[in-house]
């Protein structure tokens, strides 16, 4: 008796906490919940500061798509996150740039000349219907909706 009042105290806690956090549109909870483009995309590859790959729209279709890196440098052979509203400018100091999964790697100039390989994710960027959008910039929820990866 006891173990079936925690249970169902168990359950009704879930139910209220997932329907405060979930969007009532089913559509709009796969859009916000979209976390990486390359579960999505393919033929990813970067173009000095421009991803572009192969995504799927909601229908299935294959689109062409890129987007302008945004709020990446590099600094002395690292790529590292900057101010995520300024144009990426690790392009004129690095090259051989592929892209693995959601990961961008390439080869990067150090402050004393050498090249160094390093890489840095990109979390923020999802497939919006066969669009590389960012995230930050199409999410305008209220609610906040925890990253499982």
């Known amino acids: 008796m006891k173990r079936n ?3 169902v105290i168990g359950l009704a806690i ?3 906490s ?8 089913a559509r709009e909870y796969r859009r916000l919940t979209t ?4 579960q999505s995309c393919s033929n990813a590859r970067v173009v000095n500061d421009v991803l572009e790959a192969d995504c799927l729209t909601d229908d299935g279709r ?3 798509t ?10 002395d052979g690292n790529l590292v996150p900057s101010n995520s509203n300024q144009i990426s400018s690790f392009s004129e100091s690095c090259g051989e740039f592929y892209v693995i999964g959601n990961e961008l790697r390439a080869t990067c100039r150090t402050r004393y000349g050498g090249l160094k390989e390093t890489s840095i994710a990109l979390n923020d960027i999802d497939n919006i219907d066969g669009t590389l959008r960012y995230r930050y910039r ?5 609610y906040i909706i925890p990253q499982m990866f």
């Open 35 to 38: 976390s990486r483009f390359d």
């Open 62 to 64: 294959l689109n062409y």
């Open 18 to 25: 997932l329907a405060t956090t979930t969007p009532a549109n």
């Open 5 to 7: 009042l925690f249970a």
């Open 66 to 75: 890129n987007i302008m890196l945004e709020g990446i440098q590099n600094i």
């Open 14 to 16: 879930a139910s209220i």
């Open 138 to 142: 199409y999410s305008n929820a209220s």
